[in-house]
């Protein structure tokens, strides 16, 4: 295995860091629900897992894995667009997880989009406690282009450095635009 | 502990994953020592370190730190640039780390130079062993200017995706120019 991990595995890498048993966290963007059990399963039953999709099969795909692999009875699986995180949930949690651009395997047009993606960041920015964190996978280029990742980038540059960390990782010599991982942790 | 330490912590996170108890290891720009002793206590008695550095004053207080922490005896000093480590070492190497820009707290007028830094790293990319890491704390800004950084930076995306994985680390929300961190690693 190597010692520099893809994006998704250096998101998972941070996330248990910080999140431990008993803590609340967020699945911004369920997709095919591999990030959900893994939250899930860390925070285990006296934690909360909220997870978010727009997409109908998502939220279904989810469901059957999270059952599939007999995860712990602790999650709230939620339609809704994930710039809407702050009307479903009270109380402070400690880790999001998101994935930008198109669902892995999926359909490239049900592409996330830069406006609701910075609002959802911006939604979770609000929720996250103190030493909490937010990743941020962002796949880009193909069909769905560069605008949303650059338009997240700027976003993230621009976060004030008195209230949160933003750390960023490229993998700056692969061809395919490979994702990149943004971190932020709040103070 | 914010769970995103800076260039440096990182950089030794990622050392501590690849090098183990006699393997060999190069701190390329040994400044203060601080690294050379990090690197010959990980690699223990049945290791060996190579430690570069153009200063005098430099070579001196590394060896003063490593006499003050009793550190094992299996660390050469060696006061020659770092480009020529192939001069001086027969084998494979599983770690190497740069300091890049001016020693901190030390002379900038003595920050390290371009060409010398892409010719330094080539040469540790060539002693590297499969799984070996090479770690750059890429220093900027202030008044050694950010060519050094552009040029190290502009090298390290050019290099071949076959052979090495690259993953730059950066705090993009920082004032004051706050140290890249790069990553390679032999494939």
Do not use: W
Not at 130 to 143: A, K, M, V, W
Not at 153 to 166: G, Q, R, T
């Amino acid at each position: 295995m190597s010692a520099l991990k893809n994006a998704l595995l250096l998101s998972h890498e941070y996330i248990k860091k910080v999140l431990k048993e008993g803590n609340t966290a967020v699945d911004a963007t369920c997709g095919n629900g591999h990030d959900t059990l893994f939250l899930s399963e860390i925070v285990g039953r006296s934690g909360r897992v909220f997870a978010f999709d727009i997409q109908e099969n998502a939220i279904e795909s989810t469901r059957a894995r999270l059952f599939e692999y007999n995860a712990p009875d602790n999650t709230t699986l939620i339609l809704d667009g994930h710039e809407h995180m702050n009307q479903h949930i009270t109380g402070m949690v400690r880790a999001v997880m998101f994935n930008f651009g198109y669902l892995p395997g999926g359909d490239h047009q049900k592409a996330t989009q830069t406006e609701t993606s910075i609002a959802a960041v911006r939604s979770a920015m609000h929720l996250l406690s103190s030493g909490g964190i937010i990743t941020l996978c962002i796949y880009s280029g193909g069909d769905t282009g560069f605008s949303e990742r650059d338009g997240l980038l700027a976003f993230c540059k621009s976060i004030d450095p008195n209230e949160f960390f933003v750390l960023s990782h490229e993998f700056i010599n692969q061809e395919n635009n490979p994702p990149i991982l943004v971190c932020i942790e709040k103070k």
